[in-house]
Antibody, heavy 119, light 107 residues
Framework: QVQLVESGGGVVQPGKSLTLSCAASGFTFSDYAMHWVRQAPGKGLEWVAVTSYDGRYRNYADSVKGRFTTSRDNSNNTLYLQMNSLRAEDTAVYYC????????????WGQGTLVTVSS | AIQLTQSPSSLSASVGDRVTITCRASQGISTALAWYQHKSGKGPQLLIYDASTLQTGVPSRFSGSGSGTDFTLTISGLQPADVATYFCQQFDSYPLTFGGGTKVEIK
């Protein structure tokens, strides 16, 4: 069965960096584009970034553009989100999401990993 | 960015009731809309895509309708297992955006 497991969350100071990972299994990872989506405490969902199946195409929300970078290692079935210059407003649960072939929405989500940006 | 306005923000209904949640887009998105169910501590689950197509494995009491700017999610016969927050999402264009969510509880 499809599984997406995020890791790497934790408490980090403002201005510092953190890298999240998403381990994929149960499907051919290299066939699928992948999203990152986040949810701040008490808030709704916010799309963060997408990467194409081969990692050549990437798109970002304006709120993270220039600070976050998504990448993937198809040989190890892993998606990454490198987060630099973190701000308090980046505090959220971060989810990796498998994008479907026929549209831009996602069909499987991980359970999420919490990132807290605080001094 | 396309804004999605979801209503109500919360509702309480009895087991067996018919429940309707609406999602309005700030501009036309054809049928590029998905609905998700989100339970605490888990990742959201896809219920409906392309506005009205039921995702495989989702109970048939869930249905979606609409096109353009106005969409609805209906639960025909609310069950205790349906207690969750429901989100709509547009995938017509980037940035993908979500509605504010509707928290569904049992009365």
């Amino acid at each position: 069965q499809v599984q997406l497991v995020e890791s790497g969350g934790g408490v980090v100071q403002p201005g510092k960096s953190l890298t999240l990972s998403c381990a994929a299994s149960g499907f051919t990872f290299s066939d699928y584009a992948m999203h990152w989506v986040r949810q701040a405490p008490g808030k709704g969902l916010e799309w963060v970034a997408v990467t194409s199946y081969d990692g050549r195409y990437r798109n970002y929300a304006d709120s993270v553009k220039g600070r976050f970078t998504t990448s993937r290692d198809n040989s190890n079935n892993t998606l990454y989100l490198q987060m630099n210059s973190l701000r308090a407003e980046d505090t959220a649960v971060y989810y990796c999401v498998r994008r479907v072939f026929t549209g831009a929405h996602g069909d499987y989500w991980g359970q999420g990993t919490l990132v807290t940006v605080s001094s | 960015a396309i804004q999605l306005t979801q209503s109500p923000s919360s509702l309480s209904a009895s087991v067996g009731d018919r429940v309707t949640i609406t999602c309005r887009a700030s501009q036309g998105i054809s049928t590029a809309l998905a609905w998700y169910q989100h339970k605490s501590g888990k990742g959201p689950q896809l219920l409906i895509y392309d506005a009205s197509t039921l995702q495989t494995g989702v109970p048939s009491r869930f249905s979606g309708s609409g096109s353009g700017t106005d969409f609805t999610l209906t639960i025909s016969g609310l069950q205790p297992a349906d207690v969750a927050t429901y989100f709509c999402q547009q995938f017509d264009s980037y940035p993908l955006t979500f509605g504010g969510g509707t928290k569904v509880e049992i009365k």
